[in-house]
């Protein structure tokens, strides 16, 4: 695929500017630069929500007075990043092995010390809030590293490191992705227990079916599970709500007795788990029968593993283990 540079003009407190953007030498990266009244090109390290971030400052004249700038707002800041993005993807698409090559080797001598990061410390911004940005292949290093040194990942030529990391120093980046690390294998091992539990607790269960639906109720729609289970050749199905100043209610959704309507209440004795039943006329709970042990093992089931039951929940966690799998993933 042919890539086309692209080029913005603009006029800025009476200065003529020039934005140039274009693949590099190597077709791997691109290469942005700005030119001020005819003069330059100045390097761009890359984009905040309204800046360019430039290599050399800027030195201008606002209102009679010199001014220095660490970069430059633009008012199509968001067409110029988007650019920039568009562009970066068909050369690395384009260019796969090779930047694979070269994106190892930078990466393994990061890493090892024998090359530093390239990171460029600006005050950029209306309120020229002090940053660091890391660039090239460096920004990549650390986009890999998902540790808390990222404050702003962006891919439009650099990532913006956290205030925290005062030094900038990947040692400091290094070790906070080892705790990362070390908590994202505690959560798998945690998450791996629960299921090995469940499937141990489960293992007389054929088949587990759970549905999410919703009932209308004094205070609207309410929402509930359905779960149906095959045990020993026999098929239950039970309601699990959470209701109001009660807690968590399992019922069967079949008649306990020949005869009678779905639905009914456990309640343990001595030892012995019953079904209990409201008669409307009386307006009294009465003892049906014992529940049997397929009964019993599917109500415990959900009580334990239901879903108003309390588990384990590592969503958020597991959406940046996998982030950062398929980020190391597409090296292989």
Known sequence: MTIISKNWTYTIEGHDFTLLMAPSEDMLTVKTTISMDGHGP???????DDCIITEQQIRIT????????DGLSLHNIAVVKKAYTDMLFHLKYDNKQEYKKRYKEEYDAIFSGRKPMQI?????????QKCAIAIGISGDV???LMAESINSPIEYGGVLLAPAFTNYSLEEMKASFQRKQEYWQRIQEQIFEYQK????????VT???????????????SKYFKHTMEIHGKTYTFNERNVFDVGKVINPDYPIKEGMKNGGILLAKDGTDYWLFF???TGEWFTVREVTSEESLAYKLIVKYGGFAKKLNFSHEMDEIN???SRMERFD
């Not at 100045?42 to 905040?48: I, S």
């Not at 539990?197 to 007389?204: A, E, G, L, T």
């Not at 549905?211 to 609207?220: A, I, N, T, V």
């Open 42 to 48: 100045m390097l761009v390290l890359g984009f905040t």
């Open 62 to 69: 606002v209102h009679g007075k010199d001014v220095v700038e």
């Open 120 to 128: 460029i410390k600006r005050a950029v911004g209306h309120s020229s």
């Open 142 to 144: 650390i986009l890999d």
């Open 197 to 204: 539990q469940k499937d141990i607790d489960s293992q007389d």
């Open 207 to 221: 088949s587990w079916d759970t549905s999410e639906r919703y009932e209308q109720g004094e205070k609207g729609n």
């Open 279 to 281: 008669n409307e006329k």
């Open 323 to 325: 982030k950062w799998k």
